[in-house]
């Protein structure tokens, strides 16, 4: 079955920056899509980007441009999310979550169980 | 900046139908969007529900069901159930992006 096990809760000081990771089983993980989408506390769904695990192509929400990065390791069938120059808004739980079918900008169907990112001085 | 709208809240009595729709704030909602559902309670990551408008997903059960009410999407739950108390997001794919609703708050009493 589809599983995605995501990194440990992390606690970061304003201006650092923090790398989630995301560890695919249960499928060929270069042929879909992994979506990222974070939740602040008490609050909805933010989709920030997504990355195609074959080619590396990426694309993002405008909101996040220039200070998000999406990379992946194959070999290991594992997706990362770096976000940099954290603020106390980044402060959220982090979800990455996989493409329902393998068509390009197919929605989100599968999830991780989130990683909670907190923003503290 | 587009904005995805839903209500903020809404009841229904165990047994009952409600609708729940996602909206945009200057055009109409079509299958275009490939409108998209998910469900979620409190300490969970969500869960997908319906998919490009009125696809269920894996092991949604079928009084779970999606459309395209006029010019809004619509997520219909017939015989809603106790459990069926959750947040519940819709998604509408903007050309390239994807835009989450603020969600709607569903109570079952």
């Known amino acids: 079955q589809v599983q995605l096990v995501q990194s440990g809760a992390e606690v970061k000081k304003p201006g650092a920056s923090v790398k989630v990771s995301c560890k695919a089983s249960?499928?060929?993980?270069?042929?879909?899509?992994i979506n990222w989408v974070r939740q602040a506390t008490g609050q909805g769904l933010e989709w920030m980007g997504w990355?195609?695990?074959?080619?590396?192509?990426?694309g993002f929400a405008q909101k996040f441009q220039g200070r998000v990065t999406m990379t992946r390791n194959t070999s290991i069938s594992t997706a990362y999310m770096e976000l940099s120059s954290l603020r106390s808004e980044d402060t959220a739980v982090y979800y990455c979550?996989?493409?329902?079918?393998?068509?390009?900008?197919?929605?989100?169907?599968?999830w991780g169980q989130g990683t909670l990112v907190t923003v503290s001085s | 900046q587009t904005i995805v709208t839903q209500e903020p809240s809404f009841s229904v009595s165990p047994g009952g139908t409600v609708t729940l729709t996602c909206g945009l704030t200057s055009v109409s909602v079509s299958t275009t969007y490939y409108p998209t559902w998910y469900q979620q309670t409190p300490g969970q990551a969500p869960r997908t529900l319906i998919y490009?408008?009125?696809t269920r997903s894996s092991g949604v059960p079928d009084r779970f069901s999606g459309s395209i009410l006029g010019n809004k999407a619509a997520l219909t739950i017939t015989g809603a159930q106790a459990d069926d108390e959750s947040d519940y997001y819709c998604v509408l794919y903007m050309g390239s992006v994807w835009v989450f609703g603020g969600g709607t708050k569903l109570t079952v009493l």
């Open positions: 990355m195609n695990p074959n080619s590396g192509n990426t």
């Open positions: 979550a996989r493409a329902i079918t393998m068509i390009r900008g197919a929605p989100m169907g599968y």
């Open positions: 249960g499928y060929t993980f270069t042929s879909y899509d």
């Open positions: 490009s408008t009125n």
